[in-house]
């Protein structure tokens, strides 16, 4: 499976836009790239995901590098519940049988009031 | 609509005992899958299955076994329970094999 690489932890002021980053360098062309989100206590909730253009959605954007090899997931005016794990995750849908997702460690977003 | 739905939401058991954990999918989707998650990590692919077969298997040992159902719900049983077997185990749905997943909110287990 393709790997992503996320910093471990961000910190965010709430109202101000909050841009988490992703590497996906081994990356090919079948895979997409998934954000999702988890809040403490809680299962991960979908937030977005795309293939080669930038996506937006009434949660976040997605930004995609033109060489796919990054992505960044950015919300627009972060709140108190934007404080989550956000996980990004590549998923092949190349016509695989297997269409598991493959989570890492993800990026602990802190909003500070 | 409803979501994902789990049950039972907290369940403590012991050491060699044996438990079920069962998942109703959303309405619609005939996809279920597993995901384990341990504490301070994020959830690892136990199964998936879709129109009742077993569709992907991921890196656990033959204690852990799940079916579907004609409805499309799920049960998830784990055998002869390990104190490492402690985790939040992650329902997700989806509409096919290859749709976004949805998970439900997770049944706590503790084993003693």
């Known amino acids: 499976d393709a790997k992503t690489t996320q910093p471990n932890s961000m910190e965010s002021n709430e109202e101000e836009p909050v841009h988490l980053p992703c590497n996906h360098s081994?990356?090919?062309?079948?895979?997409?790239i998934h954000w999702y989100r988890q809040l403490p206590s809680q299962g991960p909730e979908y937030v977005i995901h795309g293939l080669t253009s930038n996506v937006n959605n009434r949660m976040a954007s997605l930004a995609i590098a033109e060489d796919r090899k990054s992505s960044t997931l950015i919300l627009h005016r972060a709140t108190l519940r934007d404080a989550a794990v956000y996980y990004c995750?590549?998923?092949?849908?190349?016509?695989?049988?297997?269409?598991?997702?493959?989570f890492g460690k993800g990026t602990l977003l802190t909003v500070n009031p | 609509d409803a979501g994902v739905t789990q049950s039972p939401t907290h369940l403590i058991k012991t050491r060699g005992q044996h438990v079920t954990l069962r998942c109703s999918p959303i309405?619609?989707?005939?996809?279920v899958s597993w995901y384990q998650q341990v504490l301070g990590q994020g959830p690892q692919f136990i199964f998936q299955y879709y129109e009742k077969e077993e569709r992907g298997r991921g890196n656990f040992p033959d204690r852990f076994s799940a079916r579907q159902f004609p409805n499309y719900s799920s049960e998830l049983n784990v055998n002869a329970l390990l104190l490492g077997d402690s985790a939040l185990y992650l329902c997700?749905?989806?509409?096919?094999?290859?749709?976004?997943?949805?998970f439900g909110p997770g049944t706590r287990l503790l084993v003693l």
């Open positions: 997700a749905s989806s509409e096919w094999l290859e749709e976004t997943q949805y």
């Open positions: 309405s619609g989707h005939k996809s």
């Open positions: 081994t990356i090919s062309g079948t895979d997409y």
């Open positions: 995750i590549l998923r092949d849908r190349g016509g695989g049988s297997n269409y598991k997702l493959t």
